[in-house]
């Protein structure tokens, strides 16, 4: 199964005309309605289809070209399977169980969270990231408590409005899964060529929020280099 997927990938990076039957090989389990089913594959077609002239050097790094044939080839070299469980918690949106390789699952929550598209995209990218075991699956790093923004005001999720001082939901690598996550919804915002402005500035308003969960002050500088942000911009910790 694994040399299929492969072949399909390679298929659609030199073609680019694969990515419909690339997907009809992403396994479902039985209990994944059709209605979910049919939104992540509306979701992962949308990311298939993105197109850009520039990607940031940490981009590439991680996932290649802000393209949908490196997306698609990235996503399908790490997830085969897609599950479907509540993750634990109420307010899950998806997660991964590193005792199952290369399966992510996702919760009700993704088709009933209002959040825009490319949003939940960059979930089921951050859970992917999470299927990498030769990288100890990127466990997230504890939050700071307390946990201030630049205001002095507590930090929420921008998914659940929970406060995340003390939560295992922060990062402190450009490469983890926040960190990943974060350098794919800012890439959107600043180099997807076929993206309409809403599909934009969702994505950076989401990547501004992700940011703020990378608490290590050199791993957050080097992701502000990388998108561009003017030094006087960079909140350098002294
Ligand atoms: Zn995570």
Not at 16 to 42: C, H, M, W, Y
Not at 206 to 224: C, E, P, S, V, W
Request: with cysteine; aromatic share 8%; charged share 20%.
């Amino acid at each position: 199964m694994k040399y299929l997927l492969t072949s399909v990938s390679v298929m659609a990076v030199v073609a680019g005309l694969f990515i419909t039957e690339a997907r009809a090989d992403l396994q479902f389990d039985s209990d994944v309605e059709p209605a979910l089913k049919n939104q992540i594959l509306a979701d992962l077609q949308f990311m298939g289809s993105i197109t850009s002239t520039h990607s940031t050097a940490l981009h590439q790094q991680i996932f290649g070209q802000v393209n949908g044939a490196d997306y698609t080839k990235w996503f399908e070299a790490r997830v085969f399977t897609v599950g479907k469980q509540d993750c634990g918690s109420s307010i899950a949106v998806a997660c991964v169980d590193p005792s199952y390789e290369n399966k992510i699952w996702m919760t009700e929550n993704y088709t009933k969270f209002d959040h825009p598209q490319i949003a939940r995209l960059s979930v089921v990218y951050h859970e992917a990231r999470h299927t990498e075991s030769e990288h100890g699956n990127w466990g997230h790093a504890t939050c700071p408590t307390p946990f201030l923004d630049d205001h002095g005001n507590p930090v929420t999720s921008i998914w659940t409005g929970a406060q995340l001082a003390g939560e295992a939901a922060c990062d402190v690598t450009p490469f983890g899964s926040y960190g990943s996550q974060t350098i794919l919804l800012k890439n959107i915002a600043l180099n997807c060529s076929n993206c309409n402005s809403k599909v934009k500035a969702d994505a950076d308003i989401f990547a501004t929020d992700q940011l703020g969960r990378i608490i290590d002050a050199n791993a957050k500088n080097q992701m502000k280099r990388d998108f561009g942000l003017a030094r006087e911009e960079m909140n350098i910790a002294i």
